[in-house]
């Protein structure tokens, strides 16, 4: 068994799983972000009534 390779392999896997997870975590924060600007749009509306129920299917 070739201990080096092993290792080297090893930590480019955790890499690889790191930067995943910083990925997912900025389009986790980008998301927020447009939802919090679209609630506030919602709140600055001239007709508050209207955008008070959003209907999504996935």
Do not use: C, H
């Not at 092993?6 to 930590?11: G, K």
């Not at 600007?37 to 209207?50: C, E, H, I, K, Y």
């Amino acid at each position: 068994m070739d201990i080096p390779a092993l290792s080297i392999s090893l930590a480019q896997g955790s890499l690889a799983q790191a930067v995943g997870i910083q990925v997912l975590k900025m389009a986790q924060d980008q998301a927020t972000a447009q939802s919090q600007q679209l609630v506030r749009m919602m709140q600055q509306s001239a007709q508050p009534n209207l955008g008070a129920n959003l209907d999504i299917r996935v």
